[in-house]
């Protein structure tokens, strides 16, 4: 018997797993230099399943495939690491639970679901960023790559849950009364020149 896990449920604090802020990290970094799942696959000698996959942290977390993945984006993996460990302490300090267990044994990975739905806004989806993703945070300053402050800051994520609707019809503009007086008194002033 591999020993008991402790499953997270219910009220406990939020979750997150070692693994998934490593591979949330390489996937924002294959965002950041616009790489598709295809290349980093072929690159890999593997499906564009599996990466995804590896990408989505639904199956076991390799390191090899990761420190490979790592070499292909050309960083090192003890960068990755290292930022993954400054948002461990970041994440504590706020109240998080961050654990060096497989997602699957934690009953949840909260992280990987704020990630997702993170990925589903403009900003998750768009190739720009605001900040580095492998920068090292500061968070008294308030830098974080995008995906991790999400997480961290509830303004941030209502932000970019609730963009504004930006309205580009000119029509009302355009038949404001003052300016057609202004175009009637400029065709006069041109006219009398």
Known sequence: MRGTY???????PQVAAFSTMC??????????????????????????????KAEDN?????????SRAC????MPP??????????????????????YKRPQDLGRDDLLQIATAFWK????RGSWRDYPVLGEPNPVAGIATPVFRYALDPAYQAQLDNPPTLNFDFSSALSNPNEQSFDNNQASHDIAS
């Open 23 to 52: 591979m949330i990290l390489l996937r924002e970094c294959r965002h950041e230099r616009s790489t598709s799942i295809e290349f980093i696959a072929d690159r890999l000698n593997v499906t564009g399943s599996t990466w995804k």
């Open 6 to 12: 402790l499953m997270y449920f219910g009220n406990s």
């Open 121 to 124: 806004t403009e900003v998750g």
């Open 78 to 99: 003890s960068n990755v690491l290292y930022i993954s460990e400054c948002y461990v302490r970041i994440l504590r300090a706020r109240g998080w639970e961050v654990l």
């Open 58 to 66: 639904s199956g076991e977390f390799d390191f090899n495939l990761f």
């Open 71 to 74: 070499d292909v984006m050309q």
